[in-house]
């Protein structure tokens, strides 16, 4: 069993959302839309959660991160009718085409519209099967994980900017890490003027009492992992009522920052 929740804010200052979420539950002959809060079983079909942040002149940065999420709706399912669901069958591959596919899509778009120029955006989905995780990931959004029985949250994406390379090589801690001034400064994206793309790609297994977080780097500017850790390890009923983990992530993060878009989605194994 599989329950999650979703939550994104535009923020304090920018005066749109070029963030967007996705969540998805499918075999090779169904697709439905998740919405924002809800639990179901994994047994009889596969789930999919993804989180983009677009970039890119006027309302081109929203576009870019909506056409990610609409592709994985469309592409996703198709390669699961393609290849049965396993490490042995090639999950990379699938991931790898479908970062390919989004990436030709958005750079299409750019190059067909003059208000579309150069837009591009980050990509961190998470793939489910009964007992395992596959991810993808491009850009500086970010997949963790947070075991049951580990003491705190783990980033399992990378995130691509030298600050990141930087960070994940110990050659910085992470208040260091959250405090450079060109930690936003991006080495590979979805669209823009890249020529190829080489998502991060990996898996790990799961069990009851994980936890799994995707966000867009507006969570990360507010709130330090030891926040993350403490905020999804306080246990309140599932209801949008009593705030969702997502939503308490999103709100804490804008109240002490707010300078960017911020989004969340919070899945657990129940």
């Known amino acids: 069993m599989l329950r999650w929740s979703g939550w994104t804010d535009r923020g304090k200052v920018r005066p749109n959302n070029e963030d967007a979420f996705l969540g998805l539950r499918f075999d090779a002959k169904e ?8 639990e179901a079983s994994i ?19 929203e576009y870019a991160s909506r056409i990610a999420i609409d592709k994985i709706a469309k592409l ?8 049965a669901v396993g490490l042995e069958t090639g999950f990379a591959d699938v991931l790898e085409e479908l970062f390919d596919q989004i990436h030709k899509a958005l750079t299409f778009v750019g190059d067909s519209y003059e208000e579309c120029s150069g837009m591009e955006t980050t990509l961190s989905l998470c793939w489910f099967t009964p007992g395992w995780m596959y991810f993808g990931h491009i850009g500086d959004s970010r997949v963790y994980s947070l075991p049951r029985a580990a003491d705190g949250i783990k980033q399992l994406s990378h995130d691509d900017t030298h600050v990141g390379w930087l960070f994940m090589n110990g050659k910085l801690n992470e208040r260091e890490a959250r405090n450079h001034p060109r930690r936003k400064v991006l080495q590979k994206a979805l669209g823009g003027g890249n020529q190829f793309v080489s998502p991060q790609v990996g898996a790990v297994s799961y069990e009851p009492g994980d936890t799994f977080l995707l966000c867009t780097d507006g969570l990360i500017e507010g709130l330090y992992n ?3 850790t403490e905020i999804l390890r306080t246990e ?16 804490a993060a804008v ?9 969340a989605l919070v899945i657990h194994v129940v």
């Open 31 to 38: 697709l439905h839309h998740l919405g924002k809060l809800g």
């Open 76 to 83: 996703l399912p198709r390669s699961f009718q393609q290849s």
């Open 226 to 228: 030891s926040h993350l």
């Open 236 to 251: 309140t009923p599932h209801n949008e009522a009593n705030g969702s983990p997502a939503r308490r992530l999103v709100e």
């Open 43 to 61: 047994v009889e079909m596969d789930f999919a959660f993804g989180v983009s942040d677009g970039m890119g002149g006027a309302r081109a940065g």
């Open 255 to 263: 109240e002490k920052d707010g300078s960017d878009n911020t989004t």
